[in-house]
Each structure stands twice: as structure tokens, then as C-alpha cells.
């Protein structure tokens, strides 16, 4: 089945870049999102690439598809302590289900 | 409020009970999920439903029973809550046809069973 996969920690120091990566196997997929976790909340869509791009910038963040390897990452500019959160990686599934990964905990430390 | 909400938020049962997690949206989306969230895991698909009356299975579904009589409802029942069944449960609904396909989440419901 499809599977969407992704390292579990990451830790960075304040105002470095982070990137997280992720893989999947579904080669069919419309849509790749991120979305972020907070503490004690639900899910909210950070950002998302539509599957004939190579490439989305949208302020502080930067999307990169690698469609050939299955390999999308995500990469944060310049990380503050409020960036601090659980970031998954998600694929469509069909009928607008998504498939998530395990979730990349991004820590910030000064 | 506008938006997808969950209750209840915490909940604590025994091993054997039946136990009901209640999902209502107000924004008249078409499909409705739920997913647990473990640690190690991720988010994992239990049921969705793509309109009134219609469910189907996810990933993890056994253990689990859904409805959806009205669009904005999406009940979860454990029938017999087991301890693997202790989690995070997040309720998330989206609408067809939409630009990105995003899903919309509640604040998630924290379940224990002992």
C-alpha cells in the first residue's frame, strides 16, 4: 500500500535553516502537503505542492519535489523558537483522503 | 463557532465499555475522516465518509464503528474499548473539488482505557 515516510527528530539551533525530508511510494499523487502539529492541537496545512512542480516558496519556507526519487522536503529559513512543532509530510490517497507520515519533531533550541 | 469540533476532548474508561466520540462541522464539507495518532505512527486512517450515509474503511478500522446520518455529524464508537486503543483521535473533514484538498482539523480527543 501506499506509504509515506519520515524521520522522526530534528533539532537546530536558532535561526539556522531546518530541512525535513520525506518519501513516499505513491507515484500518482496530485497533491504533497506539510502540514504542522502545535502542542495540545490539531493539524493545520502549512503548505502544499502540486505534483508537476519542482519547486514553492512561500515566505520562510521552501517545498522541493523530487518526483523522480519520491522524495519531497521541506526547508524552514531562518527557524524561530515558535517553529518548534511536529511537522508531517502527507500524500494523497484518493477520495481526499491523505496518507501521513510518523511526523519529524523539530526542536529549537537558542 | 464555525469550524470542526470534537468532544469530548478527554476521556478515561475502562477496558470493555463502549465509548463514543462525537465530530460536528459546520462548513457543510462532504468528507469527514478519523484518524488516531500514536506515537511512532503518525496519523493513521480509521473510517471517512464521503457524504451522508456512505463509509468506508481505512487503514486501521477494526475495534471501530462509524455513522453519518447528517453531513455535519461523524461519531466514532469504540465498542469495546481495548488498552490499544488508548490515543489521540483527530476528526478532520474537507470538501471535493476544492484547489489543494485540504483537510480541516479539530483539536483532537485524548483517550485512555484502563
Known amino acids: 500500500g501506499e506509504d509515506v515516510e519520515q524521520s522522526l527528530f530534528l533539532s537546530v539551533r536558532e535561526g539556522d535553516s531546518s530541512v525535513i525530508n520525506c518519501t513516499y511510494t505513491?507515484?500518482?499523487?496530485?497533491?504533497l502537503y506539510w502540514y504542522k502539529q502545535e502542542p495540545g492541537a490539531g493539524l493545520q496545512l502549512l503548505t502544499y505542492?502540486?505534483?508537476?512542480?519542482d519547486m514553492k516558496q512561500d515566505q520562510r519556507l521552501t517545498v522541493l519535489l523530487n518526483k523522480k526519487d519520491k522524495h519531497l522536503s521541506l526547508r524552514i529559513a531562518d527557524t524561530q523558537t515558535g517553529d518548534s512543532a511536529i511537522y508531517f509530510c502527507?500524500?494523497?490517497?484518493?477520495?481526499?483522503?491523505?496518507?501521513f507520515g510518523a511526523g519529524t519533531r523539530l526542536a529549537v533550541h537558542p | 463557532d464555525a469550524g470542526i469540533t470534537q468532544s469530548p476532548r478527554y476521556k478515561i474508561t475502562e477496558t470493555g465499555r463502549q465509548v463514543t466520540l462525537m465530530c460536528h462541522q459546520t462548513?457543510?464539507?462532504?468528507?469527514m475522516f478519523w484518524y488516531r495518532q500514536d506515537l511512532g505512527h503518525g496519523l493513521r486512517l480509521i473510517y471517512y465518509?464521503?457524504?451522508?450515509?456512505?463509509?468506508d474503511k481505512g487503514e486501521v478500522p477494526d475495534g471501530y464503528v462509524v455513522s453519518r446520518s447528517k453531513t455535519e455529524n461523524f461519531p466514532l464508537t469504540l465498542e469495546s474499548a481495548t488498552r490499544s486503543q488508548t490515543s489521540v483521535y483527530f476528526c478532520?473533514?474537507?470538501?471535493?473539488?476544492?484547489?489543494?484538498?485540504?483537510?480541516?482539523f479539530g483539536e483532537g480527543s485524548r483517550l485512555t482505557v484502563l
Open positions: 462548513w457543510s464539507h462532504s468528507y
Open positions: 505513491d507515484s500518482s499523487s496530485t497533491y
Open positions: 505542492i502540486f505534483s508537476n512542480m
Open positions: 478532520a473533514s474537507s470538501e471535493p473539488g476544492a484547489n489543494t484538498g485540504e483537510l480541516f
Open positions: 465518509s464521503a457524504a451522508a450515509d456512505i463509509t
Open positions: 502527507a500524500d494523497s490517497g484518493g477520495y481526499n483522503k491523505l496518507i
